[in-house]
Structure formats: C-alpha cells, structure tokens
C-alpha cells in the first residue's frame, strides 16, 4: 500500500481560519502533488474553528479538475470536521464534480453572462 501522509491545515497555513482563497490554494497545491506521487492523503481540519465554501473549494473543490472522481475518494480522506463543516464539504464536492463534468458549458454561462451586464 502506498505512504499515507497526513496535512494538518492549522500547521501549512498558520491559522484556525480556513476562510481565503490564498490558504485554500495551499491545501490544493501540497495535495495535488502528493496525490500525483500515488500518496494517500489525509487532511486534517482539528483545531480549525472557522471554516467557509471559497476555502473548500480552493483546497479540495479543485482536485476534481486534476483527478477522477474515483482517484479522490481512494487516495484522499478528510478528518476533523464537524457535521456542518461535512455538509459543507459535501456541497462544495458535489458542485465541483458538476463542474468539472461540464466545464466548457458553465464556462461559457459565465462569459456569457458578464457580456450581458456590460
């Protein structure tokens, strides 16, 4: 079986607060990689105490655009979260894969829609 390595969130962005973008991106950019090695992921929000969608989506949203679906649920195990930070988590996931599905289209949405408000 393949090293598993644990993140504790507090310790690589220095804070309880889980809530820019800038701290998000380093959560993905470290699981990325080490997903890419074949590691097993376990990342740990213990002693987080404020935790919102933009960071979920930065540090976990993202991989789906990098792996398969399949990929994350073996290879990533998150610990630590309350049962409202899990819901959370669980929406973000669920966007994500409908994203990264269709990407081109909710891109094009959006382009789109900035086009019509100017």
Do not use: H
């Not at 309880?16 to 993905?28: H, M, N, R, T, V």
């Not at 949203?61 to 669980?90: A, C, H, I, N, P």
């Amino acid at each position: 079986m393949s090293e598993s390595i644990k993140i504790k969130v507090t310790d690589l962005i220095g804070s309880p607060l889980c809530i820019s973008a800038e701290d998000g991106q380093k959560i993905f950019d470290k699981v990325e990689k080490l997903l890419k090695e074949g590691k097993l992921v376990t990342i740990s929000f213990e002693n987080v105490t404020m935790l919102i969608s933009l960071f979920l989506n930065m540090a976990i949203g993202q991989l789906y655009g990098s792996f398969s679906e399949d990929t994350v649920r073996t290879q990533l195990k998150v610990e630590g979260l309350s049962s409202d930070d899990r819901e959370l988590l669980k929406r973000v996931v669920d966007n994500a894969k409908k994203y990264y599905a269709n990407k081109a289209s909710y891109d094009d949405a959006w382009l789109e829609e900035d086009e019509n408000e100017e």
